[in-house]
């Protein structure tokens, strides 16, 4: 079993649409946890990271679920600009980062 | 943000020779820097992290002999991958954590292509 896993999609959905991914993460040790924001060929960039309490920047919003080990992405009013591929990262006690395979959104006008 | 930058962006080389690629925090110093592999539609793998002043930490399945990293000060950090060969061929992406810098943060740099003919 994969210590961080998320459906890697494509999810295609419509401009202006909210769409919601979730990935779950294995080890109940893991500290932080973050999700990136991957466009093709290109570096991931950090996109947000994920507090208990919830966090919220603009359209997207992370929540974190300890008890069920899951964390999600909510993005609001999808903009084409949004396309890319979205990366759930979880640190562990060493401060390593646990990446998951990502997961590709296609937002379509 | 903090900035990272890596040189060169992508390189072609023949295989069996060797291709250093570098790592640099340019605003922060970096006393933990990682790097990255990244084969096409896989997840970024972590291949090994390197503290400054000491000996790389290779994940397993790494080579260490052919995956040479040196973190010799705050800033930069060096990948050289030794006798390369066509499977070698990825995007390498570093990373850095430091003493400015947030430190649940890493920092990525632009990522390296590298293709062995």
């Known amino acids: 079993r994969k210590e961080v896993e998320q459906d890697p999609g494509p999810f295609n959905v419509p401009e202006g649409a909210t769409v919601a991914f979730n990935c779950t993460y294995s080890?109940?040790?893991?500290?932080?946890f973050f999700w990136y924001r991957q466009d093709c060929r290109k570096e991931p960039k950090l996109l947000m990271s994920v507090y208990s309490s919830g966090n919220e920047d603009g359209r997207f919003t992370a929540q974190l679920n300890r008890a069920s080990q899951y964390i999600s992405l909510l993005i609001r009013d999808s903009k084409l600009s949004d396309s890319a591929t979205y990366l759930c990262?979880?640190?562990?006690?060493?401060?390593?980062?646990?990446w998951g395979a990502g997961t590709k959104l296609i937002i379509k006008p | 943000g903090a900035v990272v930058s890596q040189h060169p962006s992508w390189v072609i080389c023949k295989s069996g020779t060797s291709v250093k690629i570098e790592c640099r925090s340019l605003?922060?110093?970096?006393?933990?820097m990682f790097w990255y592999r990244q084969f096409p539609k896989q997840s970024l793998m972590l291949m090994a992290t390197s503290n400054e002043g000491s000996k790389a930490t290779y994940e397993q399945g790494v080579e260490k002999d052919k995956f040479l990293i040196n973190h010799a000060s705050l800033t930069l950090s060096t990948l050289t991958v030794t006798s390369a060969h066509p499977e070698d061929s990825s995007f390498y992406i570093c990373?850095?954590?430091?003493?400015?810098?947030?430190?649940?943060?890493?920092?990525f740099g632009p990522g390296t292509r590298l293709t062995v003919l």
């Open positions: 990373s850095a954590r430091g003493l400015r810098a947030n430190t649940d943060t890493q920092y």
């Open positions: 990262v979880a640190m562990d006690s060493n401060y390593q980062l646990i």
């Open positions: 080890n109940s040790a893991s500290q932080s």
């Open positions: 605003d922060f110093q970096a006393t933990t």
